[in-house]
């Protein structure tokens, strides 16, 4: 059943809506809801876009394929294509902005979702895919959490003062209904103030400057005492041209970087001898970047993950990739949290790390980060294991994820 907020935006009888929101407002339901009624009438063409196409599989393809079997509606699917077809000679399509391919210039589409479109490069809508609603008068519908001014994302949500074809809706986590407010107040705790004004308040703040901003040379940098550790966390980003890797100890709420690797014109192979020389007869537990399990930067057919589990160490990967912004929302809220807590240090000794965490910036005027530096590979080595045992991302409450609609 849709919420009253929800059913705000689905009200509206504009032809462009952009519907900004807190963290688990429901917005991906919504879409869903939103591109079933189109279909359901004769012979519509529906595309449904997020940034990625293992984001169409893994969010949306299953849950809506069970809905529309659910309601009989569903004649045919297919699954390589994320295709779906309805007894109403209607066809639904869900498509990853990742694989441009996708994008077939000259369709005709009557209703378009843009699911976290600010995370998808501007050009695939003012090129591609606005083009394929001219003729057919479509709509479209545009859904994501707000990432700061100066983006197009921003300006579209501030079209509708200049375009009265344009609406825009702006709703907090809260006025979802579907994460209690204890859970938000531990949130506004656990977070730093930026991430959560814009992951649950919904909330436009400046992206500028350093990526890791709450990162301090003075506060952070700290030398390790804890030199006889039995265990050791080690993160690990996967690139020939470099290896990256970061040791970290941590008593389950505090984690010190006390080490870290890079070796250029390598392999996982190479890596793995180089951690074993290091920390020989420690406990070592690893977080791989989750593309492990396919990737293979050594010879011999086998991919970094078996190669890892091949070492004898303790592997821990998450089943699909994290979201970047999650991963550096992950680290600030470690760096410094909205109460002025700080549980992430960094030893001197650490300088690809510390020069990785002070330096990594974003692109300007946008949300994308700048990797010409390659300041970034360290960051993802360290964020892959913060990330993991300090997710920020909580499944607050067990409601379906496709509930009635009326």
């Given at each position: 059943?849709?919420?009253?907020?929800?059913?705000i935006v689905?009200d509206?009888k504009?032809?462009?809506?952009?519907l900004i929101s807190?963290?688990?407002?429901?917005?991906?339901?919504?879409a869903?809801?939103?591109?079933?009624?189109?279909?359901s009438?004769v012979?519509?063409?529906?595309?449904?876009?997020?940034p990625?196409?293992?984001?169409?599989?893994?969010?949306?393809?299953?849950?809506?394929v069970?809905?529309?079997r659910?309601l009989?509606?569903l004649?045919?699917?297919?699954?390589?294509?994320?295709?779906?077809?309805?007894?109403s000679?209607?066809e639904i399509?869900l498509?990853?902005a990742?694989?441009?391919?996708?994008?077939l210039?000259?369709?005709?589409?009557?209703?378009l979702v843009?699911?976290?479109?600010?995370?998808?490069d501007?050009?695939?809508w003012?090129e591609?895919l606005?083009p394929?609603?001219a003729?057919?008068?479509g709509s479209a519908?545009?859904?994501?959490?707000?990432r700061g001014?100066g983006?197009?994302a921003?300006?579209?949500?501030?079209?509708?003062?200049?375009?009265?074809?344009w609406?825009?809706?702006?709703f907090t986590?809260l006025d979802g209904g579907?994460?209690?407010?204890?859970?938000?107040k531990?949130?506004r705790?656990?977070?730093?103030?930026?991430?959560?004004?814009q992951?649950?308040?919904?909330?436009?703040?400046?992206?500028s400057?350093?990526?890791?901003?709450?990162?301090?040379?003075?506060?952070?940098?700290?030398?390790f005492k804890e030199?006889?550790?039995?265990h050791?966390?080690?993160?690990?980003d996967?690139?020939?041209?470099?290896?990256?890797?970061c040791?970290?100890?941590t008593d389950?709420k505090?984690?010190?970087?006390?080490?870290?690797?890079v070796?250029?014109g390598?392999n996982?192979?190479?890596?793995v001898a180089e951690?074993?020389k290091r920390y020989?007869?420690?406990s070592?537990?690893?977080?791989?970047?989750?593309?492990s399990k396919?990737?293979?930067?050594?010879a011999?057919?086998?991919t970094?993950?078996s190669?890892l589990?091949?070492?004898?160490?303790?592997?821990?990967?998450?089943?699909k990739?994290?979201?970047?912004r999650?991963?550096?929302n992950?680290l600030n809220a470690?760096?410094k949290?909205n109460?002025?807590?700080?549980?992430?240090?960094?030893d001197?000794v650490?300088?690809?790390?510390?020069?990785s965490?002070?330096?990594?910036?974003?692109?300007?005027g946008?949300?994308q980060i700048?990797?010409?530096?390659g300041?970034?590979?360290?960051?993802d080595a360290?964020?892959?294991?913060?990330?993991?045992?300090f997710?920020?991302?909580?499944?607050?409450?067990?409601?379906?994820?496709i509930?009635?609609?009326?």
């Amino acid at each position: 059943m849709l919420t009253k907020k929800q059913r705000i935006v689905v009200d509206s009888k504009k032809r462009f809506r952009v519907l900004i929101s807190g963290r688990r407002f429901g917005k991906t339901h919504l879409a869903i809801y939103e591109m079933a009624k189109v279909a359901s009438q004769v012979n519509k063409r529906v595309w449904y876009v997020c940034p990625t196409y293992r984001q169409a599989k893994e969010i949306v393809w299953r849950p809506f394929v069970n809905k529309l079997r659910e309601l009989r509606w569903l004649v045919d699917t297919n699954e390589t294509e994320l295709r779906m077809y309805l007894r109403s000679g209607s066809e639904i399509a869900l498509k990853g902005a990742d694989k441009q391919g996708a994008f077939l210039r000259g369709v005709g589409l009557d209703f378009l979702v843009m699911d976290e479109f600010a995370d998808i490069d501007p050009m695939s809508w003012y090129e591609v895919l606005r083009p394929t609603l001219a003729d057919t008068k479509g709509s479209a519908l545009f859904c994501g959490t707000p990432r700061g001014f100066g983006n197009w994302a921003y300006d579209l949500f501030t079209k509708y003062e200049t375009d009265t074809e344009w609406e825009s809706f702006q709703f907090t986590t809260l006025d979802g209904g579907q994460v209690e407010k204890g859970e938000i107040k531990q949130a506004r705790k656990d977070l730093d103030d930026r991430t959560f004004k814009q992951e649950f308040e919904a909330t436009f703040v400046t992206y500028s400057g350093a990526v890791f901003y709450n990162f301090s040379r003075r506060h952070t940098v700290k030398n390790f005492k804890e030199k006889n550790t039995s265990h050791i966390h080690i993160g690990m980003d996967f690139n020939i041209d470099p290896m990256t890797a970061c040791a970290l100890w941590t008593d389950g709420k505090n984690v010190h970087a006390f080490d870290d690797i890079v070796i250029y014109g390598s392999n996982t192979d190479e890596m793995v001898a180089e951690i074993k020389k290091r920390y020989a007869n420690k406990s070592i537990t690893v977080y791989p970047d989750p593309a492990s399990k396919q990737r293979k930067t050594s010879a011999g057919g086998r991919t970094d993950l078996s190669i890892l589990l091949n070492a004898g160490f303790n592997v821990k990967v998450r089943n699909k990739h994290p979201e970047v912004r999650d991963r550096i929302n992950s680290l600030n809220a470690k760096l410094k949290n909205n109460r002025g807590e700080r549980s992430l240090f960094v030893d001197p000794v650490c300088k690809n790390t510390i020069n990785s965490l002070e330096r990594l910036i974003y692109k300007q005027g946008t949300s994308q980060i700048d990797k010409e530096h390659g300041y970034d590979h360290m960051a993802d080595a360290i964020s892959y294991a913060v990330e993991y045992m300090f997710p920020i991302r909580r499944q607050f409450g067990k409601k379906e994820y496709i509930q009635r609609w009326s």
